[in-house]
């Protein structure tokens, strides 16, 4: 899968990442995956729901992985972080 | 499944949930379903992942559902939350 079917969720209005999604799927994509660490996973779940709910209700949750991701903090400490990856296809 | 092998997660620490998990597992459960809504969401991937990575390797995550949730607000007015089902098994 090309990497720009991957959509990084963050701080920005759940809709622009929604509107990501919906038009990868409109551009031909089979496949979108939404991405997030920490506590934007919540606003992931939310951009996942709002695709398939209110914009294209073909398309499916295929599968969600979660895992944990080791980042270096300002004093070079480590912090552990949970991510989510969540597949829509149609 | 009985019903007391799911832990809500809400805003206590982390460490609150991820011990409630352990403690099910413990005594016998062979699944724990670690549920949550809205801004929790991520709070609950962190306790599947410390449960798993730092006190039950042998656990892992055998399913994770997500959905949307329609709550009463405080006027009447409906408001879609989304929800995550994570299932823990041995």
Redesign the interface.
Known sequence: MAEDNVIFVGNKPIMNYVLAAVTQFNDGAKEVVIKAR?????RA??T??VVR?RFLPDVQ?KN?????EELQGDKGESI?V???E?YLGK
């Open positions: 920490g506590r934007a996973i919540s779940v939310d996942a729901e709910n949750v969600i992985e979660i895992g944990t552990n949970s991510s989510i969540i």
